[in-house]
């Protein structure tokens, strides 16, 4: 499994796009990448998954900021 930077490397090579999660662009320097928003793409799942032995607290912050990011709250008060 390629990490962040590999990818947004190959990228910056010419050698391939990339589908990133858009809070990233606020914390990598653009160099010589284009970020452009994809806003009609279709929805999709999406798994988050962390070590065992990855401490609770984190986990718990982990969970709430995807639930936030992807109005997961939201769609269940509504049904």
Known sequence: MPL???CLLEVGRGRGV??????LETV???GNLRW????DAERFDLAVVWSDRAPQPLITRLVAEVRALTGHDQRLHAA
Do not use: C, G, N
């Open 18 to 23: 990339w589908l990133a999660p858009q809070p």
């Open 36 to 39: 452009i928003p994809v806003t």
């Open 4 to 6: 962040v930077e590999d």
């Open 28 to 30: 990598m320097p653009p």
